[in-house]
């Protein structure tokens, strides 16, 4: 098992200096490679480093690239911070907007993200970094829903928000494949959002949901 990124001790400059180095390198690679184009030997070469000083300090290359990626997951956190967006329902859909858009920014970011999260075995640290963490912040906006009337009554907040990240990841997937194009991808992460809470959700809440549904528009 990997140890996770922020498990690990960085106690000297030389140190810090040195795995944003790496970091940096990484992120490099991932723009002009991809996930598949990456390397623990070129990325070595690149960095400076001995091949030998990744897998001490990472483990793998997948958990190498998440540390170096990590920085987004963070952003798209705080952008959903930074809108005002109120609590509940309208809070999960500016989460799930900000997402699809900083998928379309950074494209090969999201593809390496995606690539190392179906690799990993049950336990992996990458679950709770690509995959655990966000669940919390659903579970929290769930709650609000449930406890403003939004929701039916007896609803399952935690089962639902898991189905609601897996939703999530198979968007990415189905891009991934070619099944959906990267211009609708913020369009379908709203449209698997909004379909997943019209089936907890009642009255006023529902019914801006369908109408929220039925404006977005249809790929070709």
């Known amino acids: 098992m990997t140890q996770p990124a922020e498990k690990r001790k960085y106690e000297s400059p030389r140190q810090r200096e040195r795995q944003a180095a790496i970091l940096e390198a990484a992120r490099r690679m991932l723009e002009k490679k991809g996930y598949s184009g990456v390397t623990m030997r070129a990325l070595a070469r690149e960095a400076s480093v001995a091949q030998a000083t990744l897998y001490n300090i990472y483990g793998s290359k997948d958990d190498l690239i ?48 995606a690539r190392a999260l179906a690799g990993v075995k049950a336990g992996d640290p990458l679950v709770g970094l690509l995959y655990t963490r966000a669940l919390p912040f659903l579970e929290e906006h769930l709650q609000v829903a449930l406890e403003q009337g939004d929701l039916l009554p007896r609803v399952d907040v935690r089962l639902t928000a898991q189905h609601m990240v897996g939703q999530h990841w198979g968007v990415t997937w189905l891009w991934i494949l070619g099944v959906i194009e990267l211009d609708n991808i913020v369009a379908e992460r709203l449209r698997t959002d909004i379909t997943a809470l019209i089936a907890v959700t009642r009255g006023p809440a529902r019914q801006n949901l369908e109408r929220q549904l039925a404006e977005l528009p249809i790929p070709a």
């Open 66 to 113: 998440l540390s170096a990626v990590e920085d987004l997951l963070l952003g798209v956190e705080a952008d959903v911070h930074s809108t005002g967006s109120t609590p509940g329902i309208e809070s999960i859909l500016t989460r799930a907007r900000i997402n699809g858009l900083q998928i379309q920014k950074t494209p090969k970011y999201a593809d390496a993200m």
